[in-house]
């Protein structure tokens, strides 16, 4: 009488054991139509890369330091100029 016990047992773990399995593969599945679907949704919004990001910010960060430098270089020769041709070049650009 063990044995149908036994075999009726042995068949239910299988069934689970089949059953977990089925189920682990259609998590994979929806995980993956999921990223799929989240990559498609970003790229329709033109999102950018953190990266890609990183790399303009610092871009900018220097091309601001540079504007600040050369601005700085300009007043001291506009400095140096004597008031006579400071007033002419003033008077030319308008």
Do not use: C, H, W, Y
């Not at 990183?54 to 540079?66: F, G, N, S, T, Y």
């Not at 430098?69 to 100029?81: G, I, M, N, Q």
């Amino acid at each position: 009488m063990t044995e149908p016990q036994g075999r009726l047992f042995d068949d239910f773990a299988k069934l689970m054991n089949d059953a977990a399995g089925i189920a682990q593969s259609a998590g994979r599945e929806v995980g993956s139509a999921f990223r799929a679907q989240a990559e498609r949704f970003a790229s329709e919004l033109d999102l950018v890369r953190r990266e890609d990001l990183e790399v303009v910010q610092d871009i900018a960060a220097k091309a601001l330091a540079e504007v600040e430098r050369l601005s700085a270089r300009v007043a001291e020769l506009e400095a140096r100029l004597p008031k006579n041709e400071a007033e002419a070049a003033a008077d030319s650009q308008q």
